[in-house]
């Protein structure tokens, strides 16, 4: 299983350079990168709106950085290959269809939250002191990233649309929901998201509602699980479907 796992890692680590999505996540980054640097420059002039924009950065990293990363990096591992043809060696190779799956998928979620937690410390050594708990922040990055990825990666492997499709059902469902003041929040990734980096917006409405129970250890099992759930899932789609259908 190690041997099969390490196979499937190097088949798609070594061509990962050439998609289009890593492309355009390596320029988002550097973008990010560039927007920090700027507001490290403009701080000795203007210390309060430079603190102000590097809060919205960093807070930023989490969502909806890990959720919009997550989406754009998710049609990597399946999509991008059945799309340009290029999982025609790893098929007809040794290792198992679930394991090239689940590596592939569980690769992109280190990626994505190492590019995210790079971005959270880049902006935390820019602004220095910050009286903020910063734990459930990299916490959310990292368990978040999974449950993301797995969800924008089973939804790329659906349809053929993933990108249009995913980002309608974050912006229409999940991140709404997510801040609806009542129990049906608790099916958002985004609400956890939020529960775990101190970061909770419930939309006001004109009736008084109590707001859901929430809980940093209860949010963080529940993306984890959930990413469990998503990435297994896709496994077991991509096992069954037809070689032709693939590549």
Same mark, same amino acid.
């Given at each position: ?9 190097? %088949? ?11 492309? @355009?996540?390596?320029? @988002?980054?550097?973008?990010?990168? =560039? &927007? ?10 203007? %210390? ?11 807070? *930023? ?6 959720? &919009?990363?997550?989406?754009?990096? %998710? ?17 007809? /190779? ?10 592939? +998928? ?37 368990? /978040?990233?999974?449950? #993301? ?5 089973? @939804?790329?492997?659906? !349809? ?5 499709? =995913? ?10 929901? *997510?801040?609806?003041? #009542?129990?049906? !929040?608790?099916? +958002? ?7 775990? !980096?101190?970061?909770?917006?419930? @939309? ?16 963080? &099992? ?26």
């Amino acid at each position: 299983m190690i041997e099969s796992a390490t196979v499937a890692l190097k %088949a798609y680590l070594v061509p990962m350079t050439s998609t289009r999505a890593f492309r @355009i996540g390596l320029l @988002i980054f550097l973008l990010f990168v =560039g &927007l920090v640097v700027f507001a490290a420059l403009v701080k000795p002039v203007a %210390a309060l709106l430079a603190q102000a924009s590097l809060d919205r950065l960093r807070r *930023g990293a989490v969502i909806p950085g890990v959720p &919009l990363a997550a989406l754009l990096l %998710a049609e990597i591992p399946l999509r991008d290959g059945i799309r340009h043809r290029t999982l025609l060696y790893p098929l007809l /190779g040794p290792v198992p269809r679930t394991v090239i799956a689940v590596v592939r +998928s569980v690769a992109t979620a280190v990626l994505v939250a190492m590019a995210m937690t790079a971005l959270w410390i880049l902006v935390r050594l820019v602004q220095g002191d910050v009286d903020e708990p910063s734990l459930g922040q990299l916490i959310a990055i990292w368990a /978040g990233s999974g449950a #993301f990825v797995g969800l924008f990666g089973f @939804i790329h492997l659906v !349809s053929r649309r993933g990108l249009l499709v =995913g980002l309608a059902y974050y912006g229409l469902f999940d991140d709404p929901v *997510g801040r609806l003041p #009542f129990a049906l !929040s608790n099916v +958002s990734l985004s609400y956890h998201l939020r529960v775990l !980096s101190h970061q909770v917006q419930e @939309i006001d409405l004109p009736i008084d509602l109590s707001p859901p129970h929430s809980s940093a250890p209860f949010s963080a &099992l529940f993306l984890i699980v959930s990413g469990v759930v998503l990435m297994g899932a896709t496994a077991v789609l991509f096992k069954r479907k037809q070689l032709g259908e693939l590549c």
